[in-house]
Nanobody, 114 residues
Framework: VQLVESGGGLVQPGGSLRLSCAAS????????MYWYRQAPGKQREFVAA???????NVADSVKGRFTISRDNAENTVYLQMNNLKPEDTAVYYC?????????WGQGTQVTVSS
């Protein structure tokens, strides 16, 4: 199983980014998939979840700004991030389970700064 994130970068406050998580060895549409983030000096925190059935859930801190989605044909999960704020600066990680085993990507850096 491999999860590969991409799409991070430097963006100004108010800007947008779309993160991608390309999955292999695991079928994203048959498993719940998640996005987490970890800011410097802080614990990793939940950002968004997408169930097998397509139900989404996002953290209160990003509600109304971030959207999680999935492209079944590409076996890829996305995190659309709009109206980014400096406090969104973090390494963003994709997470998925196969059975009871959790898998993580290597992370992609998102920096929100003017």
């Amino acid at each position: 199983v491999q999860l590969v994130e991409s799409g991070g970068g430097l963006v100004q406050p108010g800007g947008s980014l779309r993160l991608s998580c390309a999955a292999s060895g695991i079928i994203a549409s048959r498993n719940a998939m998640y996005w987490y983030r970890q800011a410097p000096g802080k614990q990793r925190e939940f950002v968004a979840a997408l169930s097998r059935g397509g139900t989404t859930n996002v953290a209160d801190s990003v509600k109304g700004r971030f959207t999680i989605s999935r492209d079944n044909a590409e076996n890829t999960v996305y995190l659309q991030m709009n109206n980014l704020k400096p406090e969104d600066t973090a390494v963003y990680y994709c997470n998925g389970f196969q059975g009871a085993t959790a898998y993580w990507g290597q992370g992609t850096q998102v920096t929100v700064s003017s």
